[in-house]
């Protein structure tokens, strides 16, 4: 148990190291700024003290410079580069080439990468690094980064070399001698090296960076996407840790207990013994005075269907805190039991000291979920900070699937999007417009949050069940929550978006995948043909906003506002059937990212015609205070930091990163070094 003593003293430390961030700045002038996580810092955040850019301003930001990874076959842009002592480090591309920029002009100045592998050539994520893992040994930086073949490597961050003493040589042709550690090597699978591990025993591979927390590299992980699964065997995407020096493995921390450890009775049928995924894809955050590290996770082995692994599934979709040292689990909760909706944990834990009302000081951490939930906790405790209830859910019908009864609701924040889909839900501007969405309903099994998937061959008529938030949320991993730890204020990008789900027979699923994972045929999987309803007036069928920011004060857990994102799309905004009806912003329908100053909240988005914009936003009303055309919208994330005394935002443009910045940059840009 941790003493009320340790828990005020992480608060205090944690509060006061935030206030002298926020104050470095204005000691020094801002000459620097730093952005060392995708997140910014170890709470993930996305709030920078950054203020030269302002309300006054904002309309005179311009492009400073673009650097372009497409002749590194960069494509998706999810990867936020970390501004760290004068230099920007990013991945790119399915190579996940290591890249270190010149934060001033855009330029180059060293690229490293792995040779090819067979276990690369097969990731499904390998353009999905996300950034880097970045600490400082012996007074060197060095970067850290895990390839789509899942090796780790650790770079001199000055040179780009190859960091020497880390890790042991690797048997394959062209790998350098030292720098590497071959991570499948301390998951306990046989594996050839230079292939990988079997396919039908399963695969693992990450999207997002290592971790670097008191000299210990923490490594999450990635499988196949669960709705392209038809097969039941995989391998358990287990937490690693090593030596940030050396490269030693530390410890290994099982995500499906084995016997005799905490929640293996949560796996019925022996399913432990091969049933796998429940990895780490989204980032992991950290308390580092606490030494923990605070793991999101996603469900187990095929969405939709799980009778093949009854129980609870611990630690399935999960939030687990670890010791950094030794990978002792502290505490968890479980966000959903027996997970088949693909309601994986999407994005970091935010980290947070709280001042709660009637409960005083307390040092939080919360998930925000793909079900439009924020679960809040006490982070060196795991108790939440309002009550979580337990409530009773709809029941499967399909043969073989046995759901938990119930599942975890938080009583507080109230749920910031869609949840579940009833008539009510339905766009509502005539009469005539609603009873045509009802009309396209009606093949389809509406439900609450929770709403079970039904097979093809049903006894209800129905051609899917409907799932909404769907697989894609609520809030997703492109558009990372922020928050402002000046005020505990959590603002959450969201969308209004639902799933249709048809189960058919596993080997009928099977014939989707070219190389699927596993052996076994699940009795059921995702089939091709639950399409979705279609209102016929090409308009959406839910009532907006289609997208929000909703700006919640974690400190009371009351929504403060709530902001429609972007502008009405055109196909909305001049649909003959809207013709003469007001009907105000409805949101562009996109998940936008974000990032967090002292002056304001900044997003990036669309105008009704598809121009890419930024916005400025007052972060204590939600008024748009700024918007300025961009050429291009940001992907996934969104960061800012101040390099020689200006500030720069960066766009993370699909194969561009474009630094915007006041004209000031520029001209100091031109003067050199």
Known sequence: MIRKETLMKSFKTTALAGLLLSSSGSLLAQDTVEWTTLGNDFAHTRFSPADEITTDNFGDLEVAWEWDGASLGAVSGRSTPSYINGKLYTVAGARRHVVAIDPKSGETLWTHRLPNTGRWEYSMRADYGKGIGYAEIDGRGVVYMITPGFFLTALDAETGAPLEGFGEPVPIDGFPDTGVVDLLADLGHPYDPYEGVPLETGYITASSPPIVVNDTVIVGNSAEQGYHQSRIENIPGDILAYDARSGDFKWKFNVIPRPGEYGHETWENDAWQWTGDVSSWAPISADVDANLVYIPTNGATIDYY?????????????????????????????????????????????????????????????????????????RLTGEPIWPIEDREVPQSIVPGEVLSPTQPFPTKPAPFDIQGVSIDDLVDWTPELRQQAINAYADYQMGPLFNPPIHRANDLGKRSAMFCPGGGGGANITAPAVADPTTGMLYVSSQTACSAIQLVPGEEADVQYAEPTGTTYAQYANGPGGGAPRH?????????????????????????????????????????????????NTGSGNLVPMTITPTMLIYSDTESDGTPMLYAVDKATGETVGAIEVPARSRYGMSTWVHDGHQYVMLQTGSKLTAMALPGAAASAAGGH
């Open 306 to 378: 799980g009778g093949f692994r009854p129980g609870d599934n611990l630690f399935g979709t999960s939030l687990i805190a670890l010791d950094a040292t030794t990978g002792e689990r502290a505490w968890h909760f479980q966000m959903v039991k027996h997970d088949i909706w693909n309601y994986d944990n999407p994005m970091a834990p935010i980290l947070l000291d709280l001042d709660v009302e009637g409960q005083g000081q307390i040092p939080a951490v919360m998930q925000v979920t793909k079900q439009s939930f924020v679960y809040a906790f006490n």
């Open 536 to 584: 016929p007036a090409g308009i959406p069928l839910y009532k907006p906003p289609y997208s929000r920011i909703t700006a919640i004060d974690m400190n009371t857990g009351e929504h403060a506002w709530m902001i429609p994102t972007g502008n009405t799309p055109e196909r909305v905004a001049n649909n003959p059937a809207l013709e003469g009806i007001e009907i105000g």
